[in-house]
């Protein structure tokens, strides 16, 4: 199955999710919006966007073709790559897990967005910044550490051992846990290195799926956009620990 | 199957959305928080949020037992029960859709929440109230008309029928779409009234999900915990348009 990945050319965002799920699963895939020519583009991510002639429209990208399948929200696009991607249990109860495991996940990206954008994502951060600035305290204080300090749980606790969130393999949440530690290293660096020592167990896996050999190949290609102040995570000082 | 749901037992929060679902079943469940006795209550629901026999503990309520499964996140509890309950799509692309549609109203909640709670949910409403009037100022003018225009045009498009979201059946979705809808003229009376009109196949939707013998006879009863200020639909007349 050849796979068309819709979303925006220029940021990690929450495409980076489904990137990362594709680039390890070594599925063939385009990222449209990335790339020029015709019914490529941003330009033709918009125009799908609209098209009447696709029955599931998307709210937002990334969304997902495959085939005849339009598939938007990012963990449900990872809920159907994972099994054909080798990215999921094989058992129900294993699945259910892995995508309940992914939608906490989500709320944590989200909330990850919300420090810089806490009135509006509509107006530009320059319009919030007191606001972010509260915002982003509660966040570092409170709101990292009981996510992470759930998912460090999550990996102490599984029974199958404690190198993966799910079960004995790497499934599509161990790579978004990733993602989550790295835009948090980026956006946060102060308030992560106080707090490193809380989350062995989420760094150990961070550094597994950072070496594994597709992922590292992807990291260091011209693929991986770098973080940047348009993205989900952003780095301004003032909204880091002191 | 007897299920069991654990949630908060003074709102209707993110439980309602399971709440409406085994209503409309006609499932055999204990809302086991609003229950006393041995095993029932709050402090049954804490503690088996932190038991350590609970291999897939849940980041927060919502949650439900069904035998020996326990399943967190609203959109994946719904998405276990769709297909038990006789409200979701028989085929993987009818129910990825209705999921995905899912997913995109669990967005929409969360920004409903945070227009009382901008800054950290961790504070009180009186501690956020300048940022609750900027972001719910944004919700009302930007934000419900993206996610209901979206909504409204889902049910222009579908093909199989103006009347649900998803197929030519009722399911999981067109419920808490309606919970929605009735949580936003809780909490936002003026700027709804204001925009009825533009939303004529919801409002339809609505009203049929209301008057479905199941859930009629739910909204009547005691089970139905009324919309109140601990909740995520809270009117603030502060909040709402002049």
Known sequence: MKYQLYYWPSIQGRGEFVRLALEEGGADYIDVARESGQGRGVSAMMQLMDAK??????????????????????????????????????????????????LTIAD???????????????????????????RAADFRDSRIPKFLGYFEQV??????????LAGSRLS????????????????????????????KRITALS??????????????SERRIPFNEDGIFRHYPELDAN
């Open 53 to 102: 002639r696709v029955r599931h429209a998307p709210f937002a990208p990334p969304f997902l073709q495959a085939g005849r399948l339009f598939i938007a929200q990012t963990a449900n696009i990872l809920q159907y790559l994972g099994p054909r991607l080798g990215l999921a249990a094989k058992n129900d109860a294993g699945r259910l897990w892995t995508h309940q495991l992914q």
């Open 108 to 134: 944590f990206v989200l909330e990850a967005h919300d420090t810089h954008h806490p009135v509006a994502s509509g107006l530009y951060y320059e319009d919030q910044k007191p606001e972010a600035r509260r």
């Open 155 to 164: 990996l102490a606790r599984n029974p199958r051992g404690q190198h993966f």
């Open 172 to 199: 599509y949440a161990d790579l978004s846990l990733f993602q989550i530690m790295a835009g948090l290293h980026y956006a946060f660096p102060r308030a992560m290195a106080k707090s490193a020592r809380h989350y």
């Open 207 to 220: 550094q597994l799926v950072q070496d594994r050999p597709r992922i590292a190949q992807y990291l260091a």
